[in-house]
């Protein structure tokens, strides 16, 4: 990755900075291992570390993690420090932007950033290896020991692991190693997404989950605070489908944070603020509610799809004719209100912001099979939107028309799993990301693999997620595996992966939820009491944004 100037980067190096462990006081034992990746047909191999701490995890050690390999340091995009020997100043741990406006992005990396790198890969401990749901990213321990949980330390990754059909719980593993921080004890659902974000304003995200058994079946609600301590089970308990994800918002711009959760809505204590009606057709699968200032009146509507909800409960829109289905918000056309894309399984649909339909279970170029979430970004560099969704043999980027744009070929038959986008060298253009039943795949704007990372999965609704892991700069991949159809599990629960070089442009360093869209929580993991509208801005769903001088920017498109 290319360094920013001086004006927008620190290099902080300290004698106590070391590969393993950065600047945030990581340790640990370590024992050699080999990874091996594939791009472009060919394969490499690096070495790197294990580490046992209730479960395995492997890290490769290239320096620092700004490509040059010397351990200079951990490199942040926040500010100016004259001497290497100052302490980071409070204030540039802190969030600096509160996504109001964004600038242009000035970082770029070379079109060949491409060459792939597990940086650390974890198994999960006591049969617990496979994940079904996404990995989350949040900042939940304090890892250079000042006192306070903030940006200048490492990022962590939260997963749930599972034993097929048996117990499964919420790991938090440092993001910078792998190394297991703790285990949450009581048993999680494991086909249900968790969420992360500061319910209840004590300055630390707590993790919310669903604890019922099974791919489906009645689940109550749990939440832990952010060292695993559980804060409270909800008295209500809700049928949840297979899947199914968990979204924070706060709904009425009150300062208290609501959680929701299919057509239920709960408070930050776990009290029902209301129900909604259940959505008419709807099969026992998987679904992301999310929330969205519809009407424009500076509050969210609660978005399930085929119907959108105002913050106290009373109905939106509810248009019986939309087949129930995962909801994406948008602006697709010239007006400044938002869109919603439904994707299920009779094709695409699209809504205006108040309901209205604009076209109804298409399948545009007859690709299409099954319910599965969708992922909205500018992938071909044109300044508009576009969106990404996968079929069983396909996945595909669309126009909103919808038209084809280019589609790839995959093995993926089983889930409701989705794709994300980062555009990973800066240069306007969001390169596709999906990993189906056994390769984690990233495009380019033609469609054809960057690279490919074997993994192995049934796959249901988790999909891959991009953070800045490790805070040194540069993006990272994260994606999980299960035990597949053969019940034989050929790849870790967890693997990061990183340019092998560290040149990818930074993200930001947190990913809290299912519909996640940038403007939905802070890197600090508090939820906005007034959420911008993210198509007003970004105009993305499910991706990550590019962040340099610790505030979010957009790469103007190519000419």
Same mark, same amino acid.
């Given at each position: 990755m290319r360094r920013p100037d001086a004006t927008t980067l620190i290099t902080w190096a300290l004698a106590?900075?070391?590969?393993? %462990? %950065?600047?945030?006081? %990581?340790?640990?034992e370590v024992f050699a291992t080999s990874v091996a990746v594939a791009t472009e047909g060919e394969t490499g191999d690096s070495e790197g570390s294990t580490s046992d701490a209730e479960g395995s995890s492997s890290s490769t050690d290239a320096g620092d993690g700004d490509g040059d390999g010397d351990g200079d340091g951990t490199k942040f995009d926040m500010a100016q420090v004259s001497d290497f020997n100052d302490p980071i100043p409070p204030e540039l741990c802190m969030v600096v932007d509160d996504m109001n406006a964004v600038g242009d992005c000035d970082e770029s990396a070379p079109p060949d950033a491409? !060459?792939? +790198?597990?940086?650390?890969?974890?198994?999960?401990? +006591? $049969? !617990?290896t496979e994940s079904f749901v996404p990995a989350l990213v949040a900042n939940l /321990? =304090? #890892?250079? =020991? +000042?006192?306070?949980?903030d940006l200048c #330390? /490492? &990022? #962590?990754v939260v997963v749930v692991a599972a034993t097929f059909g048996g117990e499964s719980h919420i790991y938090v593993l440092d993001g910078a190693t792998g190394q297991l921080h703790f285990k949450i004890a009581p048993f999680v659902a494991f086909t249900i997404t968790p969420a992360i974000g500061d319910i209840d304003n004590d300055g630390f995200p707590e993790i919310i989950a669903g604890n019922g058994a099974g791919f489906q079946g009645p689940a109550r609600f749990m939440a832990f605070e952010h060292d695993g301590t559980h804060k409270w089970t909800s008295a209500h308990s809700h049928d949840h489908p297979q899947g199914g994800s968990i979204a924070l918002a706060d709904l009425d711009n009150d300062g208290d944070v609501e959680i929701m959760f299919d057509t239920v809505v709960l408070d930050h204590n776990g009290d029902v603020v209301f129900e909604a009606p259940a959505q008419l057709g709807l099969q026992p699968l998987s679904t992301a509610v999310t929330a969205a200032d519809l009407d424009g009146d500076g509050d969210l509507e609660v978005v399930l799809g085929q119907s959108a909800y105002h913050h106290d409960g009373s109905q939106f829109y509810f248009e019986i004719m939309v087949t129930p289905g995962f909801p994406q918000i948008a602006n697709f056309d010239e007006d400044p209100e938002p869109e919603i894309l439904v994707t299920n399984n009779r094709g695409v649909t699209l809504l205006e912001h108040d309901g209205t339909i604009v076209y109804l279970n298409v399948k545009p170029e007859g690709i299409w099979t099954g319910l599965r979430p969708a992922a909205v970004h500018d992938f071909d560099g044109d300044g508009l939107a576009e969106f990404a969704v996968s079929s069983a043999s396909v996945y595909s980027v669309f126009e909103p028309a919808p038209s084809l744009v280019w589609s790839a070929i995959i093995d993926d038959a089983s889930g409701s799993s989705g794709g994300t *986008?980062? #555009?990973f060298d800066g240069d306007g253009r969001a390169e596709a990301m999906y990993a189906d039943e056994a390769q984690l795949f990233i495009f380019d704007d033609q469609g054809a693999p960057?690279? /490919?990372? &074997?993994?192995s999965a049934r796959t249901l609704t988790e999909y891959p997620t991009v953070a800045d892991v490790d805070n040194d700069g540069s993006a990272e991949i994260i994606v999980?595996? =299960? *035990? $597949?159809? !053969?019940?034989?599990?050929t790849a870790p629960t967890v693997q990061v992966i990183r340019d092998v070089q560290d040149r990818w442009i930074q993200a930001r360093r947190i990913w809290n939820q299912h519909s996640y869209h940038v403007t939905n929580v802070r890197e600090d993991g508090t939820i906005p009491q007034w959420e911008p509208p993210s198509w007003a801005t970004l105009n993305t769903f499910r991706t990550n944004a590019q962040i340099e001088a610790g505030e979010v920017c957009k790469p103007e498109p190519q000419g």
């Open positions: 106590s900075c070391v590969s393993v %462990g %950065g600047c945030n006081g %990581g340790s640990g491409f !060459e792939p +790198d597990v940086q650390w890969s974890w198994w999960g401990p +006591d $049969g !617990e /321990t =304090d #890892d250079n =020991d +000042d006192g306070v949980i #330390d /490492t &990022p #962590d *986008a980062f #555009d960057l690279l /490919t990372v &074997p993994r999980v595996s =299960d *035990a $597949g159809f !053969e019940m034989m599990q």
